[in-house]
């Protein structure tokens, strides 16, 4: 399993941007998917985006066009880019790591990092 750290996270402005980063330990990082899952109150934890180890992505649709996730695997870091933020995007932002070819289904994940809290204020 690999060991996950986030950052970035606060609060922003609607219409404002913020850029996530995880952390992973391991040298095996470059051939996992990685993904990110955010949870809102009272609301299960959902997927965001996600990125396979050559570069392919997958978003949700609540978050296409607006959202970019990105990774550097010399630095076994991945990136959420999120650009037009709105109220509605205000949650726990959860990295996590994958070591199959699935990258929407949550339950192929087996690493998560702690969470990052992302407000966006109306």
């Known amino acids: 399993q690999v060991q996950l750290v986030e950052s970035g996270g606060g609060l922003m402005q609607a219409g404002g941007s913020l850029r996530l980063s995880c952390a992973a330990s391991g040298r095996t990082f470059s051939t996992r998917v990685m993904g990110w899952f955010r949870q809102g109150p009272g609301k299960e934890r959902e997927f965001v985006a996600g990125?396979?180890?050559?570069?392919?992505?997958y978003y949700a649709d609540s978050v296409k066009g607006r959202f970019t996730i990105s990774r550097d695997n010399a630095k076994n870091t991945v990136y959420l880019q999120m650009n037009s933020l709105k109220p509605e995007d205000t949650a726990v932002y959860y990295c996590?790591?994958?070591?199959?070819?699935?990258?929407?289904?949550?339950?192929?994940?087996?690493?998560w990092g702690q969470g990052t809290q992302v407000t966006v204020s109306s």
């Open positions: 990125i396979r180890s050559a570069g392919s992505t």
């Open positions: 996590a790591s994958n070591p199959t070819i699935w990258i929407a289904s949550k339950s192929q994940y087996d690493s």
